[in-house]
């Protein structure tokens, strides 16, 4: 009898279309801007979360100095160089909390002709203790990095695997590309080992390099803390004993941009409660609507022989077909026009990847059309119990 | 088959009580062929939709087959009402969403039957209410006396034992309106078939075998 009940309500939907697609159009616009937000903001989640896994430290240490620089660096990409002791390095390696270490140096490339390509982080690092691009070698490169080596950030698309780039008029060979994080302190940034470093300084001052620097100086030092402790007691303990230095947290840096961009995705996410609330009145007002115009119709019904569960189900079948459809195709639009804009919405929010995992794509889809149904639930459930409640004779005294 | 005793119904009209029905009772038994006579009014139609469940009286009781059908639950009633009556409306009941066929056949979407299993009988009717052609028009593009004729169709798709008509013939000509009444006595006479018809018309009224005048809600035997 069940299917009997869903031709029932097909028919009455496709004969009043354009009532039909109004409704699904109410539903349809919802879905549409629940899911384009609801999948940015995942995926924004995401790539901050990859972002911060593979810069791999709790705390970056910098110069007190270079606070602002080194901030604006790891969130923008744009190079800044500075510089303090190596020593730092030892003295930090001691500090309660402080489980391990390891330590950077940047270099800009210059825009004269010694280096092919300007205006780039260049960052060394020690293979030895480093924690950021160590574990990328072992699982992809499958050896250490040698002198002549070099990685790409995969934000710099102008070059691949294989090309040969000079910095300072020493030639490096691209071995390889990282992973796209979303950070652009990475992914715009070439990484060398201080083996590479060495040879840079060794022909700097010929080649009129920018930054002279020592090779007892470094940029930076990153610090994993132990899991017991929290990083934000950790780098007190660090700025307390060590002079001159900044210790920034990570986390912190991350969570003020992950704040900022959930504060403008929530506005978009309160239109979007806004029109499900128009949705649900519409919704709402049409089948009451639809009851009222349906009286004798109804009521013939249950002369028929059609039970008052009959009634009500016949009523909620035809709010959920019109909401399903209006759901289904809203996600198809959404998730349209993301494909769309895709370009833009990468620039714009910075974020690497548009889709979030399998599971958790299924699982927005999910959502959506779950609200979705239940717009038209909800909305139709007072209209379906007046009309299953109606008294046969008056409904159809009614339509007189 | 049918026992109604002592039945009253009362509308409110304009804030007074307006008592349609008042103290009705009637014996009808299976295979009866009767008529009910009254002007607009008179609580004939109220009083067949009393018999037929569809709206509860103030007082009184509604006993088919010794079944007060008040006490039945909803379910039960409707079933009852599917299975063992069907109605013919004084006013075009057609559903103006399903064509002529799926309107013949709209009992069975509330039945056990199938509808597949009841096709061949819905076209028969059809074609005997010269309606062949017809099959899967919308009711709009019929006139109001080949709806009426489909409304008839589909008061005998369940061969209910029971049929409440209220002006079965209202809209018809004479040729047509003899073609009904055939098919009426031929259900009355073959399958015992129990018809109640509401009509102002004494010309029907005097073709069925036991007449009742209403008036001002009271029923007596003609």
Redesign the interface.
Known sequence: MEWKIVALAQKNLRRKIFRSLAIIAAVMVVAATLFSVTTIMESVEQSLQRGTARLGADIMVVPTKAETSARSALLSGRPSTFYMDKAIVEQIKKIRGVRSVTSQIFLKSSPYACCDVSDLFLIGFDPENDFTIKPWLTNTLGRPLAANEIIMGRGITAYTTGFTLNFYNQPFTIVGMLEETGMEFIDNSIFISYAGIDRILANAEKEGAQAAISPNQVSTVLVQVDPELNPDRVSVFIQAQVDGVKAIVTDRIIASVRKQLFILMKSVLSVSAILWVMALLLVGVVFSMIVNERRRELGIFRAMGARKSHIFRLIMLEAAILSFLGGAIGIAAGGGVLFLFKDAIYQSLNIPHLWPNTARFVGLIAFCMTLSLLTGIIAALAPAIRASTLEPYEAVRGGE | MIHVEHLNKTYPIDGQPFKAVDDVSLTIERGDFLSILGHSGSGKT?LL?LI?G???PNSGTVKIDGQDIWRLS??AL??L???KM??I?Q?S?L????NVV?NVL???????SK?ADLLDTAVTLLEMMGLANKLRAYPAQLSGGQQRRVAIC?AFINEPAIVLADEPTGDLDEETERDVLTLFRDFNAKKKTTFLIVTHSSDLAAKTDRQYRMTAGHLELL
């Open positions: 109220t939709n037929g569809l709206t509860k909803d379910s409707s079933g009402r599917n299975e069907n109605f409306f006013f009941s559903i103006p969403t399903l799926d709209l009992p069975a979407t509330f039945g056990k509808k589909r």
